[in-house]
């Protein structure tokens, strides 16, 4: 205290003041990481994606096919069946060509800090926390979806990929430092995370938005640049983002060519999967087409990642929460018009609740109205159209099947003619019961609003149906015991899995996506998706600059007694590795003895 009571009184007070205040000013200086803004840009979407426009023809056969000239796209709105405008596939010589720029501009890239990189998704983000009614609207007329379903599929879910990898991308693809293990004590031991280079993906139809962008995101936040192939039947969106991307590049000051969004048929996939300087492909689709850019990209041995879709079931235990359970499940089916990979496409309920159960549904999937949110009245849309008209004939054929097996069709079964929109392409909400894992429905993806209900008894005769299915990509528990929503849902083979809820792993972006069986195998999301855009190396260095790997002169090339060598050699496996200290004393006893 008396040493206290001096300071105090002495005039070296404000010195040392200041001196603290200077180290804490310089080590905040030294140490904070100051973050780079998002920098606002503005694009005009497309005139089309504005509710009631009328501008084009309503085509009477809408096909994305165009007669005689095979390099034409013909876009249309499947809600309606109104032309779009036609869309040119790109030419294998220009894909080349940007494949090339695409790989010039990533050497750049790869130099750039992981600040620079988060830089660029807030912009991105930015643009899209402002602009989701016209992005909705722009995925709304593509693909005939609904604004709620496009907030929740295509928004929602980007901004979460975006804000997850701002603020954790960069420790997913820290340094990670390894043990060395007792013989290399003296290394450091790390696996660094370095850029692919030029990465591809391959991706489905049903969310055009954010489809295209999530691969962007995860590869250029890993220092590569990417090639988008989109599906052909959303073609006419892809325009709007790619610039929406390369603005967010360029305001930043970065290369456009980082990032290059293709369209096209078979041949343009095909050129990309087979390209030796395509360095990953990530694919999403149906497992028949997954082989094929399997057997594509084997030429060059390029890794893939493939989420080849679900037939997902959801589990649900009399004693669930119904009131909470039925709703997520209405969700899980209407939502896009399960044109989702996740989607609920099975529903096993325990048999006490499953009268009840099918009387809420039979009500409320009989009062689910479909139609086109840009064009239709306000209040009278949930359900939207279907992107594909080329599969309600095996839709039909699969309800039917099950029919005649003995499940009941109390809802739908049948495509719908819309009275306002004739030409659009819409299947009616579906409510099958009954169904057994013999019904064809139960193993074959439908991608369509079709409630398939089965019944069980005990949790071994739910994981029996369940296991009838050769997929096995996400599933759902309900029920009150946690325990048992717990262990049911670990013995699911399947790669999610969710207790008391419905697809809500892809709003948590830390955790990966994937499947196993036939729905695919690898990672996107997550740390496990952004590694796997990485070269994972394995690196060494001295720990101690005096300190390195000596030869021993016994083991030197050329070796003058191999004899005496291996006999060293083996003394060391068991100084090093022998179970007992012992063991190691015993070995490092000989290891001296030898090494006279």
Known sequence: MNCISELLAHDALPVAVALVAGSAVLYFMAFYKKSLPAIP??????????????????????????????????????????????????????????????????????????????????????????????????????????????????????????????????????????????????????????????????????????????????ALFAGNAIVVKASEHVAWSMAYWEQMVKRALNVCGHDPDLVHFVTGFVDVGAAVTSSPLIDHI????????????????????????????????????????MAQCIPVLMRSVIQNASQNCIGIER????????????????????????????????????????????????????????????????????????PRHPNGQYFEPTLLVDVTPDMDITRNETFGPIMVVMKFTDERDALEKVHSSPYGLGSSVFSGDRSRG?????????????????????????????GVGISGFGRFAGPEGLRALCVEKAFTEDRFPLVKTPIPPIVDYPIQDTEKGYQFTQQIVAFAYSDSWWGSVKAGLRLGKLSL
């Not at 594509?296 to 997902?312: M, R």
């Not at 099918?358 to 840009?374: F, K, P, Q």
Request: hydrophobic fraction near 40%.
């Open 486 to 514: 717990r262990r049911v849902a670990l013995e699911l083979r399947t790669g999610m899995a969710n207790v008391n809820d419905f697809g809500v792993n892809y709003i948590c972006q830390s955790l990966p996506f994937g």
């Open 282 to 321: 990530t694919f999403i689709g149906s497992p028949e087409v997954g082989k094929l850019v399997m057997k594509s990209a084997s030429a060059n041995l390029t890794p893939v990642t493939l989420e080849l879709g679900g037939k997902d079931c959801a589990v649900v235990f009399a004693d669930a929460d």
């Open 347 to 418: 529903i096993l309920v325990q048999d006490k609740a499953y009268g009840k159960f099918v009387d809420e549904m039979t009500r409320r999937i009989g009062a689910v109205r479909v139609g086109s949110i840009l064009d239709d009245e306000p209040n009278t849309v949930d359900c939207g159209a279907m992107v594909l008209a080329n599969c309600f004939d095996r839709l039909e054929s699969l309800i039917e099947d099950a029919v005649s097996k003995g499940a009941r069709c109390l809802v739908g079964g049948h495509r719908f003619a819309h």
């Open 41 to 218: 840009f503005e694009l005009r979407p497309p005139a089309e994606s504005i509710p009631g426009w009328r501008g084009n023809e309503v085509l009477d056969t809408p096909t994305i096919f165009v007669k005689g000239q095979p390099d034409l796209i013909q876009c249309f709105d499947p809600a309606t069946g109104r032309s779009l405008g036609q869309v040119k596939t790109t030419p294998i010589a220009e894909l080349d060509d940007k494949i090339k720029r695409a790989r010039n501009a990533q050497r750049t890239w790869a130099k750039t800090t992981f600040e620079q990189r988060r830089q660029v998704l807030r912009t991105l983000n930015e643009f899209v926390l402002s602009h989701q009614r016209e992005i909705c609207q722009v995925a709304c007329r593509d693909s005939g979806k609904t604004l709620v379903d496009a907030t929740l599929g295509e928004v929602l879910t980007t901004s979460a990929k975006l804000q997850w990898t701002i603020k954790n991308g960069e420790t997913a693809l820290a340094d990670d430092s390894r043990d060395p293990g007792f013989m290399m004590m003296y290394k450091r031991a790390k696996v660094i995370y370095q850029p692919r280079g030029l990465v591809a993906a391959l991706v489905s139809w049903n969310y055009p938005f954010h489809n295209t962008i999530g691969p962007v995101i995860s």
